[in-house]
């Protein structure tokens, strides 16, 4: 079984900054891909970054200069660095992990978190 370990969610005010980490442990599994969606009451739930095995990134346009998505050196943990935050970004933040790619669909990847809370208050 496929484990991830979301921290790092709060509460900030407009341009503020938080960091979200995610860790994935499960025998045998190996994620070539790893992100984080995000949904917000009402909104349909999207993919906000990803990053591959090999460092490739995608970005959702709204977070483009904003938000960066790294990875630990044992490839099983994303980071998520957000800044200059702003309200339209509160949402709960999920992590998933999967063993070759993530789609825009959420909860269809190898494996989902629980989600963390980001609000951001203006």
């Known amino acids: 079984e496929v484990k991830l370990t979301e921290s790092g969610g709060g509460s900030v005010q407009t341009g503020g900054s938080l960091k979200l980490s995610c860790t994935h442990s499960?025998?045998?599994?190996?994620?070539?891909?790893m992100g984080w969606y995000r949904q917000a009451p009402g909104n349909e739930c999207e993919l906000v970054a990803s990053i591959r095995r090999d460092g490739r990134t995608e970005y959702l346009r709204s977070v483009l200069g904003r938000f960066t998505i790294t990875q630990g050196n044992t490839k099983n943990t994303a980071y998520l660095e957000m800044t200059n935050l702003k309200p339209e970004d509160t949402a709960v933040y999920y992590c998933?992990?999967?063993?070759?790619?993530?789609?825009?669909?959420?909860?269809?990847?190898?494996?989902w978190g629980l989600g963390t809370q980001v609000t951001v208050s203006s």
């Open positions: 499960g025998a045998d599994f190996v994620s070539d891909d």
């Open positions: 998933a992990a999967d063993s070759v790619a993530l789609t825009q669909w959420c909860r269809t990847s190898d494996a």
